[in-house]
Structures are given as structure tokens and as C-alpha cells.
């Protein structure tokens, strides 16, 4: 509800309150079966073979030819467009399809696919994306043969989908509350549909009344609103009604019984399938009309209806107090126009327990008087004619003893049982009893929030903060995968410290300030100063190390070493600068460089760094060692002095770019910090002076 309603903060917290305790949802996941075997399909997997997401491209570039546009609303997550659609274009349910597509059989034609999902998501199917008012069939070319896949219901308009399939004469409405008495009403309309099923709760009263006398009129049905649907076992099912596909095997809702129920209630039409099927041989169809006070069909309507029906030979029905729909009921029953047995209860006894009246859950269980009390009507029904149990406990018993006699007097020969078709496992169980691997999509070494607190390289929050760590120590946890000694932390801090900010007229607080002023917000200002961090700009610490620990290590002179460059037409990373010079040093520089002697084991690259700097001098008075090349020298250094890290692995954090990534982390301080200063000043817009641009042909 929160994601529906771009609730990001309160989505984060809920998703949060989850991880903490352990509680994760199902994964979704579609499953199609060839040849005997299961094929399971999870969304996004990338461990399917490269021809499935190839064909998939192609049907993609078909559909979107033809109208299609993806329905991006469905997706509730907090990210672009572009990723929605991503997201959608690797459902689950379009790999199975394609899949299907691409390993079928030839002399398969004409055979159904039957795709099966382990959760059910009200828009999860995306097909209201087609901008058509028309139908298509779309054709699928292969060696074997020709596959036709038909998308129905892939309309945005009624007309045009009643009119492309004059066959369909149902329609199901998920639409909400505010929507769905016109949308269904619009479908009443529509000469080929006979039943609308109104899935929606709360629709008003005045217009289900509408919807009510237009079905009437016009010889058509309404089933809900409220209701979670029908089924009828074997065949289909609408809504919500029957649950999960591990629900509907338990229920032998799989394959068709010889009992009919009809209920006001769908939490409760669940409940009985299940009771159904334990002691008689199941449920032939099922439906729940709704509970609202106006339901737009009646419990009534649906026993006249199974009485029918051949295959139904006995009914069960539940409803509740309030409301007089079950006297419909007597008096069918009175009058002789049910001529098979009924089983009925009529819940909500326990109103009298209560000294005021009791609104129950739905709209309409509230009594309005003694006629419409559960016991009234349990008492009316049952000198009907109708089998009405003691109590609810006993529902169960009377269906029983009542199917019994009916086997016993040759009314009902039970329906021989039948193997389900397998069902695949949900893919977390299967998961954990090692039956599947699941590809991950990300791995992840440096932190886990799974836990009741996040862990960075293993030590939980509470820890970090207990020992009193600094963001040197987080650094070294999350960038070093290690706690460092504390020298090491404190020399990490002081590089940020020092780095943070070198005033305005630099090239990336120039950008900062100039972007703030345009108006632009935070992360915009923020990324047009860190975007021109590079060889030029702060972006010389990976090189300085890089170039000064290959000469240090293979022994070259300072002067073989800037010779050696100079050759190659490559810039001492490290030297040089533009302000600075021999008379005029990097106070950042030396404060590095005086608490390196105080406190490193070791200063062997500094020296050598400092070396090379004597000898530049002696070229250009600003040739003077910057402060990119004292912390590229330093962390050196520190990698090699604090016997926390092996030759190969201080390769790797130089080859990477952690020494570069010091200096994006501090200057983002001094970034943020201009822009909060512009926008505090409430700077405007920046133009260049032209007494500031030479202006040539």
C-alpha cells in the first residue's frame, strides 16, 4: 500500500522491520511443463539460456510495433522509468511464454500452454500497455511450424476487447472502489457479456443498487461487489477465490466434485473447500457472492442455479446475519424449486453474547432485528427442508452424514481421484532443502543488513559505535575489508580533513557554485564539481603511487626515474603545482609529512617521493611535491609499513582507485558545502564576465 501510494520512507522501514526479523516474501516465479518436465522461471534470471532472452528481444520489438507500452505503474519500486521497463520485460511469466515458444514441439500445435504462477498480484500481468482498440493475433514463425498466441484482454478499451472476442461473456473487474460501478456498468452494456464480477469493496450503495436493476432488467448477473471470485474445480477460476496452487491441490479443487456452495463470505469460502473436500468428493463450483448489504446476486440465485446443474448433486451454503437474502432461500425451498439437498448454516450466533448491536466484518453483517439474526434465519432454513446443523462445529459432520446417504442410496458415485499435475516447489524451500541454485545478482563482501543490526566487514553497528570508531575506522571496514590500527585511521581522517576543501576558485568548487546558482538541487551541484576530479585535479593520488612504488621498487634513481617520464612524454603525477613552490610550500604537505615521521613504522616511499622532488626543483621552482603525491607516497606507506597487507592485494587497492576515491570523499564535504553556501546567499544565476574572455577570430 505504501509503494502504491509512493510512500518510499515508510516502504524503507517496513522492508527494514522485515529484515530484522527474518521475514522474507515468497519469490515470485512462473513454471511450464514440457515433456514431462517442470521448467521454472524466476524474474530477471539470467540463468536461462542466452536464445530465451534473444527470442524474448524479438517478440518485445514485435509487440511494442503493434501498440504495446509497458504498464510501468505496477512496478513499486523507487526507481526510473527505465528500469521499470527493464523489470518488466524479464517477467517470469514472459520467459516461461518464451521458452515455451522456443522448445515446443512441432506436432504441439494446437496445444494449450499452461503457465503457472506461485503468487498471484492483481496487475502483476502488465497487459494494459496496447494503445490499439484492436485485438491480434500475433504469429510466431518457427522450423516446426506456427505457433498463435492470442492476447486477450490486452485492450485499455471494452468495446474494442468485447468486440475482438464475441466468445468471452464474463467480464472481472479488479478495478477499485471509485471506479469499478462504471467500468462495470460499461460492461453490463456490452451485448456478448452475461456475468461481471466486481472484485472492488466499498463501492456505494446507490450504484450497486444501479448495477443491480440494469442486470435485472437485462437478463445478466452480478456477482460482488466484495466477492473474491468463483471457481469451478477443473475448469477456472476468477479472483482471488481458492488461494495459492498449493491451497487449490489440498482443496482437490484440481478436478470437479459433485457438491455446489455458495457463500456471502470469501475468507470462509476458503476455509469450507477445504472442510468440502475432507468428507465428501468435492467441490463442483464454488462462488462467493460478497458481503456488502446490496450483494448484486444472491445466495438464492446461485442454489437455483446448481440445482441445475447434472454433476451437482448436493449444495452447502453459508451466509451470515444480517440482512433477509437467506429467506429467498425458504422460500425456494418451500415452494419445491430445490429438488437436491441442501446443507446450510448461517454464522454470527454469537451476536446475542453482545448488549449492543455488532457491526461483524462485512457491510451487511450487522442485524437489524430479530428477523435477521443467525439464529432466526438457521431456524427458518432448517424448517425448510434445509440440513441445519447444531452449530458451526457440526457443519462439517452434516455434509458428511448427508453425502454418506446420498452414496448409499445411489445418488452420487464419488469421483474416481486423480493425480494432480505436479506443482514446483516455492523456490525458497526448494532453495533451502538444495533442490535449486538460485544465481545471486550481486555479491557483496564489505557489509550485511540481514541481521537485527548492520554489520560492516562483520562487526555489528553496536560494536563500531561502543569502541568509539571514527569514519577512519568505518573506512578501513568498508573500503579495507579490516579494522586498521589507529595511526592508520587518524592518518585517513587527517587526508580527508585536508582535502575537504581548497576554496571557491577551484575547477570542482567553480562547477559546484556555478550549478547551485542555476537552481539546480543538491546531487546536481555535488556531481558537476566531483565530475572534473581527474589527472588535472585531484585525481593524480592512484597515479602518484602507482609511478612512485615501480621506481622505488625496481631501484631507479630519482633522476632515472623523471628522466625516464619525460621520455615517455608523461607528467610526474604528484609534482607540481600551480600556486606552490620552493619558497611557498604545501602546508597540507608538510603536516602529512610530520605526522608520517611521528607515527609510521616506515616512511621509505615518502622519501623516495621527496627525493624526486629535490631533483624537479632543480628544473622549476613549482615543481614542488602537491599534495596528491604526499598522500599517494603516505598511504604507500601505510599499506607496506602496517603488515596488514600483502604485495599483491596493495597492487590491487592502487590498480582500483581506492587512493583517488580519499579525495572524491573529502572534496564532496567542500562541495555541499558551496552549493549550501550559494543557496544561503541566494546567489543568482552565474554569467562570466566578458572583460574575462578573450574574445579572437
Excluded at 307 to 313: L, R, T, V, Y
Excluded at 352 to 359: A, D, G, N, Y
Excluded at 607 to 632: C, M, P, R
Aim: charged fraction near 25%; charge should be neutral; include cysteine.
Amino acid at each position: 500500500m505504501y509503494a502504491v501510494s509512493e510512500r518510499w520512507d515508510d516502504v524503507h522501514k517496513i522492508r527494514k522491520h522485515m529484515r530484522g526479523n527474518n521475514l522474507k516474501k515468497v519469490s515470485a516465479y512462473s513454471s511450464v511443463e514440457l515433456d514431462g518436465e517442470v521448467h521454472v522461471f524466476s524474474e530477471g534470471s539470467r540463468s536461462q539460456c542466452k536464445e530465451i532472452y534473444e527470442k524474448l528481444g524479438e517478440l518485445d520489438g514485435i509487440v511494442k510495433a503493434m501498440g504495446y507500452r509497458a504498464e510501468t505503474g505496477i512496478v513499486l519500486h523507487d526507481v526510473e522509468v527505465e528500469e521499470k521497463e527493464a523489470a518488466l520485460r524479464t517477467h517470469s511469466e514472459k520467459l516461461a511464454i518464451t521458452f515455451s515458444l522456443l522448445y515446443s514441439r512441432g506436432d504441439d500445435e494446437g496445444v494449450p500452454l499452461r503457465i503457472m504462477k506461485n503468487l498471484r498480484s492483481r496487475d502483476s500481468c502488465d497487459l494494459e500497455g496496447f494503445e490499439s482498440d484492436q485485438a491480434f493475433d500475433l504469429l510466431v514463425c518457427f522450423e516446426s511450424g506456427d505457433v498463435l498466441i492470442r492476447f486477450a484482454l490486452a485492450l485499455t478499451c471494452i468495446e474494442a476487447a468485447c468486440t475482438a472476442h464475441p466468445t468471452a461473456d464474463v467480464f472481472i473487474n479488479f478495478a477499485s472502489f471509485r471506479s469499478a460501478a462504471a467500468s462495470s456498468l460499461s460492461a453490463l452494456k456490452q451485448p456478448t457479456i452475461r456475468v461481471v464480477a466486481i472484485i472492488a469493496e466499498g463501492v456505494p450503495e446507490a450504484d450497486t443498487k444501479q448495477l443491480i436493476s440494469y442486470a435485472r432488467a437485462n437478463n445478466k448477473v452480478v456477482i460482488g461487489p466484495a466477492t473474491v471470485g468463483g471457481i469451478q474445480a477443473g475448469a477456472f477460476k476468477i479472483g482471488d477465490t481458492a488461494g495459492t496452487i498449493d491451497n487449490i491441490v489440498q482443496c482437490k479443487l484440481y478436478r470437479p466434485g459433485s457438491v455446489g456452495f455458495v457463500s456471502k463470505s470469501g475468507g470462509m469460502s476458503n476455509e469450507m473447500y477445504n472442510t468440502i473436500a475432507r468428507v465428501t468428493d468435492g467441490i463442483y463450483e464454488g462462488i462467493a457472492i460478497g458481503g456488502d448489504v446490496f450483494p448484486g446476486s444472491t445466495l438464492s440465485d446461485h442454489i437455483l442455479r446448481f440445482n441445475n446443474i447434472p454433476q451437482i448433486k448436493m449444495m452447502v451454503v453459508l451466509g451470515e446475519l444480517g440482512g433477509r437474502d437467506e429467506y429467498s432461500l425458504v422460500e425456494a425451498l418451500k415452494e419445491g424449486k430445490v429438488h437436491k439437498p441442501v446443507v446450510a448454516w448461517v454464522s454470527g450466533t454469537c451476536a446475542r453474547l453482545f448488549k449492543s448491536e455488532v457491526q461483524f466484518g462485512h457491510a451487511g453483517a450487522k442485524s437489524g432485528g430479530e428477523l435477521e439474526s443467525a439464529q432466526a434465519k438457521n431456524q427458518a432454513l432448517k424448517e425448510s427442508g434445509a440440513v441445519v446443523p447444531t452449530s458451526f462445529e457440526a457443519l462439517e459432520s452434516a455434509i458428511k452424514v448427508t453425502f454418506e446417504k446420498l452414496v448409499d442410496e445411489g445418488k452420487i458415485t464419488p469421483v474416481p481421484e486423480v493425480t494432480p499435475p505436479p506443482i514446483p516447489e516455492d523456490l525458497s524451500t526448494a532453495i533451502k532443502s538444495g533442490k535449486v541454485r538460485a544465481p545471486t545478482h550481486i555479491i557483496s563482501t564489505i557489509s550485511d543488513d540481514r541481521g537485527e543490526e548492520p554489520c560492516y566487514a562483520g562487526l555489528p553497528m553496536s560494536t563500531i559505535i561502543e569502541r568509539g570508531y571514527g569514519v577512519g575506522d568505518v573506512i578501513s571496514l568498508l573500503w579495507f575489508k579490516r579494522s586498521l590500527p589507529r595511526y592508520c585511521t587518524q592518518f585517513i581522517e587527517i587526508c580527508i580533513m585536508l582535502c575537504a576543501d581548497h576554496g571557491p576558485c577551484v575547477s570542482g568548487a567553480h562547477n559546484a557554485i556555478v550549478t547551485a546558482r542555476a537552481g539546480k538541487d543538491l546531487v546536481s551541484s555535488l556531481v558537476s564539481g566531483l565530475l572534473t576530479i581527474g589527472p588535472r585535479f585531484g585525481g593524480a593520488i592512484d597515479d602518484a603511487a602507482r609511478y612512485f612504488k615501480d621506481a622505488y621498487d625496481r631501484g631507479l634513481t630519482p633522476y632515472e626515474f623523471v628522466e625516464s617520464m619525460k621520455k615517455k612524454g608523461i607528467r610526474v603525477p604528484g609534482i607540481g603545482h600551480r600556486i606552490k613552490s620552493r619558497d611557498n610550500r604545501d602546508k597540507r604537505v608538510q603536516l602529512l609529512q610530520k605526522y608520517a615521521h611521528t607515527h609510521f613504522p616506515s616512511v621509505k616511499y615518502m622519501e623516495y617521493a621527496v627525493q624526486v622532488e629535490t631533483y624537479t626543483l632543480s628544473k622549476a621552482n613549482n615543481l614542488v611535491l602537491n599534495v596528491d603525491g604526499a598522500i599517494g607516497s603516505l598511504f604507500l606507506d601505510l599499506l607496506s609499513g602496517s603488515g596488514m597487507f600483502t604485495k599483491q592485494e596493495i597492487d590491487e587497492i592502487v590498480g582500483i582507485g581506492y587512493l583517488n576515491g580519499l579525495f572524491v570523499l573529502a572534496r564532496s564535504i567542500g562541495l555541499i558545502g558551496h552549493t549550501f553556501d550559494q543557496k544561503r546567499l541566494k546567489q543568482p544565476l552565474y554569467r562570466h564576465p566578458w572583460e574575462d574572455v578573450l574574445y579572437t577570430k
